[in-house]
């Protein structure tokens, strides 16, 4: 996915246009923009702690602490890299960014951790088999209308898979958290946001899943159906996934 960047062109296109040029189209446009060799999450963090080291912490360093958290660094994690880096930059260069990185990560409180409302809950190992990468399961209800909160580490997604009835069936996806992909077989993929729904027929072929940056939760409502199943079918490929921004 290509980064976008126009800081340069904006703030210094008519006072050194070169520059702007070499900021906008090489750095952002080529160097970050090169996920075949680090993922935009890895890129954050490197730039992070180059900045800390050298005691930057001015706007453009917020700007890459902002960036870090888009590209799916924690606040957990975020803590944890400048406590590392400390010992190898020096102890005030943390204090100074752990003062700027709480104020990006405020909302993200001590208590608040993936899975939205309902809780992460526990690996998905029982359908391990049917998910590319790590999913986690909480089961809110297990009878009448079965409701399971699932939530998909980024870069996780299902197999393709049907569900089939005799009458009734199917499924809705209610989106809680972070940024996720639902695709039907032969139509574009949709990208998913907290407060999205999707209503699944049963015959439909599809699958669901996170973003590559973003981890991402929905509750499976299951509707109820004679001789209910799912068939489920072949991976997502990662050259299909990949296409995915």
């Known amino acids: 996915m290509a980064v ?3 800081a340069g062109r904006r703030d210094l296109g008519e006072f050194a246009p070169k520059f702007a040029e070499l900021n906008d189209d090489v750095l952002f446009g080529e160097v970050w923009s090169r996920e075949d060799q680090l993922s935009l999450r890895d890129r954050s963090l490197v ?3 180059a900045l800390m080291s050298q005691g930057l912490v001015d706007p453009s360093f917020q700007y890459h602490l902002e960036s870090a958290k888009k590209n799916g660094i924690t606040r957990e994690e975020i803590a944890e890299i ?11 260069k943390a204090w100074a960014a752990f003062r700027m990185a709480k104020e990006v990560w405020k909302e993200d ?5 993936h899975g939205g409302l309902f809780g992460i809950g526990q690996p998905n190992d029982a359908f391990a088999r049917y998910f590319v990468g790590q999913s986690y399961l909480k089961m809110l209800t297990t009878s009448g209308t079965p409701i399971a909160n699932v939530t998909f580490e980024p870069g996780c997604r299902n197999n393709w898979h049907i569900h089939q009835a005799e009458k ?18 032969g139509r574009e993929a949709q990208e998913l946001h907290p407060g999205d729904a999707v209503v699944i027929p049963t015959g439909v072929k599809h699958w669901h899943g996170a973003a590559k940056d973003s981890w991402f939760t929905h509750l499976a409502v299951e509707i109820p159906g004679e001789n209910a199943a799912n068939e489920w079918l072949e991976a997502v490929s990662d050259e299909e ?3 995915l921004h």
């Open 47 to 49: 730039t992070v702690v």
């Open 82 to 92: 400048l406590t590392h880096a400390a010992f190898y930059a020096g102890w005030p």
């Open 109 to 113: 409180g001590q208590e608040q951790s």
């Open 168 to 185: 009734n069936g199917g499924q809705i996806l209610l989106c809680t958290e972070g940024r996720g992909w639902y695709q039907e077989w």
């Open 4 to 6: 976008k960047q126009t």
């Open 241 to 243: 996934y990949a296409q």
